[in-house]
């Protein structure tokens, strides 16, 4: 009986893959949504072990913010050389020249709303009639009701009401022209299985993951790398940090934490004492600054 | 370390979000933020003690606004197992939502109010349970605090219970636990309070109960996803047949027939990516290669030929109906069934079943909610197995072709003609 027994990562896998090839057999054009992070990396490499040695059925898609970190983008070209997929980039800038969204100004400015735009322009322009993501259920409370299969309405909504019943593993992709479907192949994830999963397929990730040294600001409570898209003004103090980055977004809005986790293996010890707030934004800082204390004492220097 | 997927069955009222909190909180599952919150709110129990079911009232505020009458999703781990809680609401308008939510749980939770024992949605919960054919079951009879933890309470509670699951069809895998999740008896901690109970505390079940495995490979059922066909000129006849194997096992050199084509064959290589496996288990997602070159395609299914399905375009169904519009039999629906979907139509409604009491009725209209005994016509013959038998290749749904809406749930039982 045992050795019909997966391990749970096993399992995990096996079902992202499921979700991944029934989204290539049930639709005619789908995208696959890239973003440089961790979890969409985690679907790229799902979706090598669904389709190889045959093609992706689908692209990726980049919504390039133009403020995103160099080494975001650096991974994600070697990546696509990588894996000679086709990649499509759709820029906000085109949409800020387009006068279809206009910039934030102040010091807070972020193009981060902003990309929405773009990403349903994109999807548009394209027709695709589902986008693979890497959103997960442990992320938040709204989050956790969402089905695998979600229905976009033209606007690119999502309305909870009108959610189709999942039953067993039969996805319902049926849509009318117009619509979309958001898919969701690692729902079942938590963050912490994402890791544990990068870690076991040995899968490269984009050097911020790791602890690095970056002149940082701190702006209301958290680091922000020191760029060029940040408005800074002269109350701003850089300083020279060590840190790393949880989650890969713009670099107007991806706050940084302290760190020394230079390999997986230190990251996930650091994410698994830190796991009761995980998700706490504001925690992040008092508890890493813990975790690294008890490392510390453990006799980590 | 596996996962083990749960639901709960119970309503508000017999302490549901309360257990569910009472799990999170004891096994050290809730966040800091969330733990801050549930230190920091005015809402206490009587004793001053804090009020565990806040952990669930998030939802039950948005459910207030309107957000969501829907099943939510939450995870915890302990060292030995992780857990999805697939958290559905328990009253009867939500039947459908109870129906997926339970339909990929290994197992159900059924609350039962010490104070009131057995009640008519404890039948409602059971039928659903075994309908479904949830592999375990555990009845936890809550508020053994408000009955003076007594173990003649509790007897009777579990000699009643029996008697329903026999009527249910419920047999096999039923663990009785006594507990409180108000005072924390026998959730997560033994109980100090119950000394005269000498089974497992619920997370101790829960971390160590066998997790429904199907090993028969008779059994082996492969639907084909999707055809992996490179046509490079280095791969010129890769011809891969990829998918999840549903049930049972296959291995290399296996004899297995195609359907519904029936053509047999057998497996040449069987891939997970750049591994060679020599055997595929249930749930494992591969790549398989054929000796032969037969035309397949997706919606096709590999089998062990040794043990085949049914095959019929004429099928007897347990329906569970999950659209606000009612069942209408002139209409054409399309059916989901496995990698396949096809035109159907509800050929003839046999019964309803009044959930409650377990009588068999018809009267006249089968809407949301109802649950009863059809047989459906597809447009093309469906290999499936009793839902009885191999949940995984029983299972179907039914969409209605004008709002692309799922609309029911079919447990399919037997060819007819």
């Known amino acids: 009986m045992s050795k019909y027994r997966l391990d749970y990562l096993d399992e995990l896998e096996a079902e992202a893959i499921y979700i991944l090839r029934e989204v290539a057999g049930q639709f005619e054009k789908p995208a696959l949504l890239f973003s440089g992070g961790k979890d969409s990396i985690t679907l790229v490499h799902l979706a090598l072990k669904a389709f190889r040695p045959g093609k992706f059925p689908f692209p990726l898609v980049h919504i390039d913010t133009g403020h995103n970190f160099e080494e975001t983008i650096t991974y994600r070209d070697e990546m696509i050389a990588r894996i000679g997929e086709k990649l499509i980039v759709g820029h906000v800038q085109d949409s800020i020249d387009e006068g279809k969204v206009i910039e934030q100004k102040g010091k807070n400015a972020s193009r981060n709303a902003l990309q929405t735009v773009t990403l349903l322009d994109t999807i548009a322009k394209h027709q695709f009639d589902a986008c693979i993501g890497g959103a997960r259920r442990d992320e938040e409370k709204a989050r956790a009701k969402e089905r695998i299969f979600s229905v976009r309405d033209e606007f690119g909504q999502w309305d909870p009401k009108r959610q189709r019943p999942e039953l067993w593993d039969i996805y319902n992709g049926k849509i009318h022209k117009g619509e979309n479907v958001r898919v969701f192949p690692i729902s079942n994830w938590t963050e912490l299985d994402v890791w544990n999963y990068i870690r076991r397929e040995n899968i490269p990730l984009p050097t911020i993951y790791f602890a690095h040294q970056r002149d940082c600001i701190t702006r209301n409570g958290q680091l922000m790398a020191a760029s060029p898209f940040l408005n800074m003004d002269s109350e701003d103090k850089v300083e020279r940090k060590n840190v790393r980055f949880r989650t890969v977004g713009d670099m107007t809005c991806t706050a940084a934490v302290e760190s020394y986790a230079f390999e997986i293996d230190d990251i996930i010890d650091e994410i698994a004492s830190s796991k009761i707030s995980e998700r706490g934004a504001r925690m992040d800082d008092k508890v890493s600054e813990a975790a690294m204390e008890d490392r510390k004492k453990g006799g980590y220097f | ?417």
């Open chain 2, 1 to 417: 370390m596996d996962i083990l997927k749960f639901i709960t069955a119970g309503s508000v009222d017999d302490g549901k979000s309360t257990l569910i909190g009472r799990l999170l909180y004891d096994s050290e599952a809730i966040l800091a933020d969330q733990l801050e919150a549930l230190h920091a709110s005015n809402r206490k129990n009587d004793d001053g003690s804090i009020d565990l079911a806040i952990l669930t009232d998030g939802l039950k505020a948005e459910r207030e606004q309107g957000i969501t009458i829907d099943v939510a999703y939450k995870y915890f781990e302990t060292d030995k197992r992780k857990f999805i809680i697939a958290d559905a609401p328990g009253h009867i308008q939500y039947t459908r939502n109870m129906v997926t939510g339970a339909s990929n749980a290994g197992l159900a939770i059924i609350l039962i109010d010490a104070r009131k024992g057995v009640v008519e949605q404890t039948t409602r919960h059971s039928f659903l349970v075994s309908l479904l054919q949830i592999p375990q079951v555990v009845v936890a009879i809550n508020k053994m605090d408000m009955v003076d933890y007594s173990e003649t309470v509790f007897n009777k509670i579990v000699a009643d219970y029996k008697v329903l699951a026999g009527k249910v069809g419920l047999t096999d895998n039923i663990t009785y636990i006594p507990v409180s999740a108000l005072k924390g008896d026998n959730i997560v901690y033994p109980s100090v309070n119950i000394s005269w109970y000498k089974g497992d505390s619920l997370l101790h079940h829960l971390e160590n109960v066998a997790v429904e495995v199907d090993d028969s490979s008779a059994h082996a059922r492969l639907p084909v996803q999707w055809v992996v066909r490179p046509q490079t000129e280095a791969l010129h006849d890769y011809r891969g047949y990829a998918g999840r194997v549903s049930s049972g096992a296959f291995r290399v050199n296996d004899k297995v027939t195609v359907l519904p084509s029936g053509f047999s064959t057998t497996i040449s290589k069987i891939e997970l990516f750049d591994k060679e496996l020599e055997e595929a288990l249930a749930g494992t997602s591969v790549t398989v290669h054929l000796q032969d070159n037969i035309d397949i395609s997706r919606g096709d299914i590999i089998v062990n030929s040794a043990g085949q399905p049914q095959l019929s375009s004429a099928i007897e169904a347990d329906l569970c109906w999950m659209d606000t519009r009612p069942l209408d039999t002139s209409l054409t629906y399309l059916i989901q069934h496995n990698t396949k979907t096809v035109r159907c139509k509800i050929r003839e409604i046999v019964y309803k079943v009044n959930i409650n009491t377990l009588e068999k009725d018809y009267d006249g209209d089968f809407k949301l909610n109802d649950i009863g005994r059809v047989i459906i016509k597809t447009a093309e013959p469906l290999a499936f197995d009793a839902y009885q038998v191999n949940k995984a290749n029983g299972g179907a749904i039914i969409i209605d072709s004008r709002t692309n809406v799922t609309v029911g749930a079919l447990l399919l039982r037997e060819a007819i003609d």
